[in-house]
């Protein structure tokens, strides 16, 4: 697929951290506008994957938008909670996506699951997919991960999201205690926008 370098994007997050995120991941030039700019909410996320929600939302925003469409779903899943949050990541802070009672659930799921859960490595990994929706109904789905473990307390005020909790693999520090720049050379968003570098 040849597109023409993509100059003005809609992000289709009303996420802040991810809207942020995003936005720096992407070049100077590229004029972005979000769901704030047009007063919309997001569609309702009836998918079962990662990659279904993520298309739902491209294409929910570029048909009302009439733009060029980025939109993104991530999530965190724990091995030994069969991968739970998992596309839940978001609901488990109830209605307004809390992330303080996100964090706080699944240290209860953990305990709950194994009275001994901190002495154990937990692993986890961070899953992004995103889907570029073009007005003509073209669209191009591509994911990233990073691996890591849970770390037993919360730990940086950086990042967002479950960040505070989630250690990568080779690395002492959380997402959260991690500077920006650090965080984007290995992170799961980082490595799904690696494949679509190209339409930029």
């Not at 990662?50 to 298309?55: A, I, K, R, V």
Request: net charge positive; charged share 30%.
């Amino acid at each position: 697929m040849k597109k023409e370098k993509i100059l003005n994007l809609f992000i289709g997050s009303n996420n802040r951290g991810k809207i942020k995120e995003i936005r720096d991941l992407l070049p100077k030039r590229v004029e972005i506008l979000t769901p704030k700019d047009f007063d919309l909410k997001s569609p309702i996320e009836i998918g079962k994957t990662f990659e279904e929600n993520s298309f739902i939302k491209a294409k929910f925003f570029s048909k009302k938008t009439k733009m060029i469409c980025l939109a993104d779903d991530s999530g965190l899943e724990i091995d030994s909670l069969n991968r739970f949050p998992g596309i839940y990541s978001a609901r488990w802070g109830g209605k307004k996506s809390n992330f303080n009672l996100a964090i706080k659930r699944v240290y209860k799921e953990l305990k709950k699951n194994d009275v001994n859960w901190n002495k154990l490595k937990q692993t986890a990994r961070f899953i992004c997919a995103l889907t570029i929706y073009w007005p003509n109904n073209e669209f191009i789905n591509v994911s990233g991960k990073v691996e890591g473990t849970i770390s037993r307390f919360k730990k940086g005020n950086n990042g967002f999201g479950y960040d505070p909790i989630f250690v990568p693999l080779n690395k002492k520090l959380t997402f959260g205690q991690m500077i920006p720049k650090e965080k984007y050379k290995i992170d799961h968003r980082a490595n799904a926008y690696k494949k679509i570098k190209k339409f930029f």
